[in-house]
């Protein structure tokens, strides 16, 4: 089995242990999903490695969604990642993971080459996953950018 489906049966676990509400696990899901795919597509064309940027993804939001809240969920979330990573990825990896996860709050920032993606990953999912709707005030900029960098209409 890939790493990847591993940890995706660590997080669906995680999920359902935590969050009753099924609409709110399911949009859960969705959001990781839609983050963790955004993330090896901006991975692949940036040259690093998609699979740690799906892990990213995968984890980045996890710790709001298993402790009901968003307060400094990136710094927290990025030590619990630690630890349902485990195992699976090396020292190194893991490192890079977390450190995605923990800056991935700060939009305004410009961090390592894999936060940005995570970052950048995140402001795909919020902006596009339902079109419809206004793009963040707080990730226009970083939206704007990606829409240049990907060749997108606004």
Known sequence: MSRIKDLQKKVNHVLEK????????????????????AAAILAKK????????????????????????YDD?????????????GELTTPEETEII???IYHHDSKAEVDAP????????DVIDHSLSD????????????YARLCTEMGLTE
């Open 18 to 37: 935590n969050m009753d509400d099924a609409d709110k696990r399911a949009k859960a899901v969705a959001h990781l999903h839609g983050v963790a795919l």
């Open 46 to 69: 940036r040259g690093q490695n998609a699979e740690l940027a799906t892990m990213a993804g995968m984890l980045h939001d996890l710790w709001a969604y298993k402790s009901g809240s």
């Open 73 to 85: 969920h990136a710094h927290l979330g990025a030590d619990y990642a630690r630890k349902v990573l």
């Open 98 to 100: 977390c450190s995605a």
């Open 114 to 121: 894999m936060d940005e993606i995570l970052k950048d990953a």
């Open 131 to 142: 079109p419809t709707k206004e793009v963040k005030a707080h990730e226009k900029e970083r």
